[in-house]
C-alpha cells in the first residue's frame, strides 16, 4: 500500500466509523455468534500471495463486525465501559500514524513532557494535592501490580529483586472481599501467594473495609511472626460499588507502616465533581492510587491514571539503567519505562490531551452527573414494582437488584433473556453468595431515553413473578 491508497483508505474507514456509531442503537449489543463460528470463517493458513484492501475490507465487515460485541453501544450497561469518544479515536489514529516508541524522554521528549503535564492536569480535576506524581499506565491492572511489587520491595528493604523470595519473610497483604481480581493477580505475579492475601470482613452500606478487624488481622500476623506489607483499598468495587473508608484504613495502615494502594478503576473518573469526592475522604494520605480515564473519561482503551504521593519507590522497584537506556547531557529528566512494568510505551497522553481540551471539564462532569440520577432513578422505579428487589444501593452509577423469591436457575434465566433480547446489556455478580443482576450507566453517549428502554426490557421480560 503506498501513501495516496494510505490516504483513501483512511477517509473510507473513518466514514465507515462515523456510521457504524450513528448506527449503533439499530444493533443489538452482544454479539449472537456461537462459540467457533469467527475462527471457522478464516482460513486455516496465511496467505501466500497479497490481497486486496477491498477483499480484506469486506470481510472484516462479514466475519468480524458480527461476533463483536459493541461496547460503545449507548445501552451497554454491563461490566463498565471502555469508553471512546471521536476526539480520543483521532487522537489515537495520530498516535497510530506517528508510531513512536515511547520509552525514554530522548525517544520522544513530547510524549514523555506531554505525559507529565497531563497526568498533573488529572490531579487538579480530581483534587488530589500538589505533590502527587502521576504516569499512565495500559490498565488498573497493570498499576495495581506495581504497586504490589513496590509495597513487597520496600518491605523487604529492597531485597526480593535481587535476592529473590526463597529466603525472605512471609509478606501478607489485606483487602475486602469486593476488590477486583486483579489485585489477586497481582499477588499471584509478585511472588507473594494467593495463601498471603488477607480478606478483611466488610460492614455497613457501602460494604467497607471493617478498620478495628483489619487492625485485628495485622496484629495477629505480627504475634504469628508474618510479614505484613500493604493495605489495598477500592473506591468503587467493580462488583457492587463498595467503598472503603479510605481515611480509616489508611490510618490503621500507617500505624503499622504500611504501603497503601487504592483501587478507584471506574469510580475514581467521577472525582471530576467535588460533590462525589466524600465517597474517597482521606485520599491525599494514600500511598498510590489509580483510576482509569478509558471508562468514565471517554479517552480510548488503554490509559489508566496512576499517581503516587512518593515515586521513588515505585522506581526503586521497577528501573533498570542498562547504558543504552541512559539519556546523556539532560539532566532531570523522567523516563517513564522506569515506573511502569513494560519497557516499550505508547503515546498515550495525547488521546488525553484531545479529550480534556475537546470536553472540557464542564462537559465530562455533566455526562457523569446525569449517569448517576438516572441510574438512580432507574432504581427506584424498579423498587417500585413489587417484582424486583435493590439488593445494593446505588454508588454513582452502578446497584444491583434481582427478582423476588426466584431461585438461582430462574435468576439466570431471566438474565439471559434481558442479553437475548439485544436491546440491552447486562452481567451479573454475587452479593452474599446470592445472584444478582449488576446495572450500571456509563456509556458517554447514552440517553435518558436509553435508561428508559432499559427499565421496559427489564419489567417486560420479568413476566408476572
Given amino acids: 500500500m503506498n501513501w495516496t491508497e494510505f490516504a483513501r483508505w483512511g477517509a473510507r474507514i473513518a466514514d465507515w466509523g462515523a456510521r457504524y456509531h450513528q448506527g449503533l442503537r439499530d444493533r ?33 465487515e462479514q466475519i468480524v463486525m458480527p461476533g463483536m460485541t459493541h461496547w460503545q453501544h449507548p445501552r451497554f450497561f454491563a461490566y463498565f465501559p471502555a469508553n471512546a469518544t471521536p476526539p480520543s479515536m483521532l487522537a489515537e489514529f495520530l498516535a497510530s500514524t506517528v508510531a513512536a516508541q515511547c520509552m525514554l524522554w530522548q525517544t520522544s521528549p513530547a510524549a514523555t513532557e506531554m505525559e507529565t503535564v497531563m497526568m498533573d492536569w488529572l490531579r487538579q480535576s480530581v483534587g488530589l494535592p500538589e505533590g502527587f506524581k502521576g504516569v499512565i499506565q495500559d490498565s488498573a491492572s497493570s498499576a495495581t501490580l506495581a504497586a504490589v511489587l513496590t509495597m513487597r520491595e520496600r518491605a523487604l528493604d529492597w531485597a526480593g529483586n535481587e535476592q529473590g523470595l526463597s529466603d525472605q519473610p512471609r509478606l501478607r497483604v489485606y483487602c475486602s472481599g469486593e476488590v477486583h481480581t486483579s489485585i489477586d493477580r497481582a499477588i499471584w505475579i509478585s511472588g507473594i501467594g494467593a495463601a498471603n492475601l488477607v480478606r478483611i470482613p466488610t460492614q455497613g452500606p457501602r460494604r467497607s473495609m471493617d478498620p478495628a478487624a483489619l487492625d485485628a488481622a495485622i496484629r495477629a500476623d505480627l504475634a504469628a511472626g508474618l510479614h505484613p506489607c500493604g493495605v489495598i483499598a477500592c473506591t468503587g468495587g467493580t462488583g457492587t460499588g463498595a467503598c472503603d473508608d479510605i481515611a480509616a484504613t489508611l490510618a490503621v495502615a500507617k500505624a503499622h507502616g504500611l504501603y497503601t494502594h487504592i483501587d478507584a478503576a471506574w469510580a475514581g473518573a467521577a472525582m471530576i465533581c467535588p460533590e462525589f469526592r466524600t465517597l474517597w475522604t482521606g485520599i491525599e494520605g494514600a500511598d498510590s492510587i489509580v483510576f482509569n480515564p478509558h471508562k468514565w473519561l471517554g479517552v480510548q482503551f488503554d490509559c489508566a491514571a496512576h499517581f503516587l504521593r512518593d515515586p521513588e519507590p515505585l522506581v526503586r522497584t521497577l528501573a533498570i539503567r542498562p547504558e543504552y537506556l541512559k539519556t546523556h547531557g539532560a539532566d532531570g529528566i523522567v523516563n517513564y519505562s522506569e515506573w ?6 505508547r503515546f498515550r497522553a495525547l488521546k488525553l490531551w484531545f479529550v480534556l481540551r475537546h470536553y472540557g471539564l464542564d462537559g465530562l462532569r455533566a455526562r457523569i452527573r446525569n449517569h448517576v440520577r438516572w441510574s438512580q432513578a432507574l432504581a427506584d422505579r424498579l423498587r417500585a414494582d413489587p417484582r424486583f428487589e435493590i439488593v445494593t444501593e446505588p454508588v454513582l452509577s452502578l446497584f444491583t437488584f434481582r427478582l423476588k423469591g426466584a ?59
Fill in 28 to 60: 443489538p449489543v452482544r454479539a449472537s455468534t456461537r462459540p467457533g463460528d469467527v475462527a471457522a470463517a478464516l482460513p486455516a493458513s496465511p496467505p501466500e500471495m497479497p490481497e486486496a484492501m477491498e477483499t480484506i475490507f469486506a470481510d472484516f
Fill in 407 to 465: 431461585d438461582e436457575a430462574a435468576q439466570q434465566a431471566f438474565i439471559n433473556r434481558i442479553n437475548d433480547d439485544g436491546r440491552i446489556y447486562v452481567t451479573q455478580t454475587r452479593v452474599q453468595d446470592g445472584l444478582v443482576i449488576r446495572f450500571q450507566v456509563g456509556q458517554l453517549d447514552a440517553t435518558e431515553a436509553d435508561v428508559a428502554t432499559a427499565f421496559e426490557v427489564i419489567t417486560a421480560l420479568a413476566g408476572n413473578g
Fill in 340 to 345: 511502569s512494568i513494560p519497557l516499550g510505551r
